[in-house]
Each structure stands twice: as structure tokens, then as C-alpha cells.
């Protein structure tokens, strides 16, 4: 049975190897492709009825697209297993489209402000720890204590986890009221210009021209900003405790993420689902996977091992969160942070067919103007693109 994913192998290895034990006469072969290559690789395979892959990670907002184009399988006749383990509402719409229910919930994620102990102690900055989600910090107030890390010895004040990608960057927009990027019927309008976003745009291209924030560095190297003492605060989801806790010497505790003065506080939501290739040469032994990663405590649990996302199974998230509880005593109140955000603060990526166009192009702008481009024509750029590329999928 084939399965492909975007994670490193380490992250399945442990689901696979206990499904493995549970069912000898079946071996999982997993191919990993890079994110940015993922949705390509999924069109063109499956897309093209191509049988050799049995299973495929999605990432959620991704399918009302792929169900649109006949990519996913309806899977309403499993919708009473996957609800009996999954009852969180929310959880089984990330992975449905017009009331149909097409790939199996496997995780959920939040985001937490992370901040290096020493460096902070260096500057003289007390540790921006609130009494409650109430007192959390402003943008504003993070980055004059990013610039004061900086000036006590910090390389880096601040940086995103995932730079330049729509998922943890939208929330900044939202917080600020500018919305999502996108409007009208079926989300199929870009709404880019608006003076919320120019605003919020601008922000962000300043953070890197101010040298605040690092440029020439992709997603797959920021975590080693923080790990190697480089980046006083860091944005970054629960997944990077497993390498944060492996690093030796890293003093580092968790806070409430920012949101702009005279916003609100917003937090980015949704993760990876599995689905089953309409087109499976081996769809018997896939479906057994699936079940047995999403819908089993066991497997579900095995699924954050070694990447510490939430997982959406009720029963397996109780284990996850006495694991995440541990911590407390050194970092903070890290799981009291990720259910508030969870229940009070998490917005999901725009649920449209035309989402993956819309991301495409958003990852580029966010690119671009973390080299420098100036904000309005960027913007105005990939507004007139998008209203081209979203007008024919309506």
C-alpha cells in the first residue's frame, strides 16, 4: 500500500509501524513530497486516475477544491464511525464540502508566542507572561521588545514559523479586521486592496526591512533560529515542542500569540486530514490505514508521536493533552493557552474551491514583500491575477 504525504518520514513512522504489527500481511511504502510540491503531485496523480497511490495526506482547506474535482471519495457512509470519534462539529467540517463529508479528520492546530528565557534575560525584558488571555501582548508591544532583544544581543527580534505562507499569516489580517483576502459568493472575489490589508501588508515587508525579522530563510529553517539561541520570539505551532525539547540548552517558555491594538485576538486553525485515492489499486489495505490512524485512539495518538499536533480523536486527544500538560512546570501553561485559542480564537483558512489558486498566489505576494516590493502594486498585482484565475472556476 502507498502513501504520500508532505511530512518527513519520522512524523508517520510511528502510526505506520504499530499498523504494521497490527496487520502483518500489509506493508505501507511512504513517499514524502516537499508542501510546495504536494497539491501538484496529488493533480497530476490522482487527477489522472493514477492507482499507484492508495493514500494521500490533505491539507483541509484544500478540499472543497479536490472534492469539486472528483480527487476525494464520498465518504458519507462512513460519516457515524468518523462522528462517534471526531464529535467536534468544526473538526468534521474542515473535511467536508456542500454537507458531504470526504476524507478522515486526523489533526487540528493552534499557535503560541514563544520566547527565549536567556535572551529576554539578557536584555533585561521581563517575561511576557498575562494572567490571562486578556493581557496578552500587541503586535505593537512585541516588536518594541523584539527591537530591545536585539539591541541586548539577539541576532533576530522575531520570526514566523512558517514565513511567507498564507496558513499562519491570515490571522494577522483578521486580527486587524482587514478579513481574509477573499469575498462574495463562494469566496471567489479577492479582496486585497482594502486599507486593512495595504495596512497589515506593510507591516509585515517592514519587519524584514527593519531587520526585525530574517530574510533568506524558508519554513524549513526558522525552527533552528529559535533552537540555536538566534530569535528572542518566535511564532510557531505545538507541533515544534518535540524538536524544541530535544535541543540542549534551550530555555524557553510560551505565551499567548499577539493581535493588533484595537483588533482582536486571532489564531490560525485547521490541519492534515488522510484520504483514501478514488482510484486505489489497494483500497481494502488503505481504508484499514486510515480507519486506523484517524478513527482508533491507538492509531490517532500514534499520529503525534513524533509531530505534536492535536489530534481531532476525542479519546486520543486526552492523552495528547496530559503529554502537552507535562510541560507546564517548564515553559508555562502551554496546554491552557492552545485549548483557549482552540475554543475562542481559531479561525480556519477560506473554505472555496478556489483556495488553492488563492494560497498559490498569496505565498508568492508574502515573498515578495518580505524582499522588498512595494505593497500596493504587489497587491494590486495579485488582486488583478486572482480575479482572472477565480472567474473561471465559478
Known amino acids: 500500500m502507498n502513501f504520500l504525504a508532505e511530512a518527513a518520514d519520522f512524523v508517520y513512522a510511528p502510526v505506520i509501524e504499530a499498523f504494521e504489527a497490527a496487520n502483518p500481511d500489509i506493508d505501507v511504502r511512504y513517499q514524502q513530497v516537499p508542501f510546495e510540491d504536494l497539491n501538484a503531485a496529488i493533480e497530476s496523480r490522482v487527477g489522472q486516475g493514477d492507482s499507484s497511490i492508495d493514500v494521500f495526506a490533505v491539507d483541509t482547506p484544500r478540499v472543497p477544491a479536490f472534492a469539486s474535482r472528483g480527487y476525494l471519495p464520498d465518504e458519507e457512509a462512513n460519516r457515524e464511525r468518523i462522528v462517534a470519534a471526531v464529535p467536534n462539529p468544526v473538526d468534521q467540517e474542515q473535511v467536508s464540502w456542500q454537507g458531504k463529508i470526504h476524507s478522515f479528520p486526523m489533526w487540528t492546530s493552534t499557535q503560541l508566542l514563544f520566547y527565549n528565557r536567556d535572551l529576554l534575560a539578557k536584555a533585561g525584558i521581563a517575561e511576557p507572561t498575562p494572567s490571562s488571555p486578556d493581557d496578552r501582548l500587541t503586535w505593537e508591544e512585541l516588536l518594541d521588545l523584539a527591537k530591545k532583544a536585539q539591541e541586548g544581543g539577539a541576532e533576530w527580534g522575531f520570526t514566523f514559523q512558517q514565513v511567507d505562507r498564507y496558513y ?11 478579513g481574509p483576502g477573499l469575498t462574495g459568493e463562494g469566496l471567489l472575489t479577492p479582496d486585497l486592496t482594502n486599507e486593512g490589508w495595504v495596512k497589515v501588508a506593510t507591516w509585515y515587508r517592514d519587519l524584514y526591512e527593519a531587520g526585525i525579522s530574517p530574510r533568506g530563510v524558508s519554513p524549513n529553517q526558522t525552527n533552528d533560529l529559535f533552537i540555536n539561541g538566534q530569535a528572542a520570539f518566535f511564532y510557531g505551532g505545538p507541533w515544534t515542542f518535540g524538536r524544541f525539547e530535544e535541543a540542549e540548552g534551550l530555555n524557553y517558555g510560551v505565551t499567548y500569540v499577539p493581535y493588533f491594538e484595537g483588533g482582536k485576538p486571532v489564531t490560525p486553525t485547521g490541519s492534515w486530514a488522510l484520504s483514501v485515492n478514488p482510484h486505489a489499486a489497494n483500497a481494502e489495505a488503505a481504508y484499514k490505514f486510515v480507519e486506523f490512524a484517524t478513527l482508533t485512539a491507538e492509531g490517532a495518538y500514534k499520529t503525534t508521536e513524533s509531530n505534536p499536533l492535536p489530534p481531532v480523536n476525542a479519546e486520543a486527544y486526552e492523552k495528547w493533552r ?27 483558512r477560506p473554505r472555496t474551491v478556489g483556495y488553492v489558486a488563492f494560497e498559490t498566489v ?33
Request: proline share 3%; glycine share 6%.
Open 362 to 394: 498569496m505565498n508568492r505576494v508574502f515573498s515578495d514583500l518580505r524582499n522588498g516590493s512595494d505593497v500596493q502594486s504587489t497587491l494590486q498585482s495579485a488582486q488583478d491575477q486572482l480575479a482572472s484565475q477565480l472567474a473561471r472556476i465559478r
Open 168 to 178: 499562519q499569516l491570515q490571522a494577522l489580517f483578521e486580527s486587524a479586521g482587514a
Open 322 to 348: 496530559a503529554q502537552v500538560a507535562a510541560l507546564t512546570p517548564k515553559v508555562g501553561p502551554a496546554i491552557d493557552i492552545i485549548t483557549h485559542e482552540l475554543q475562542n480564537t481559531a479561525v480556519g
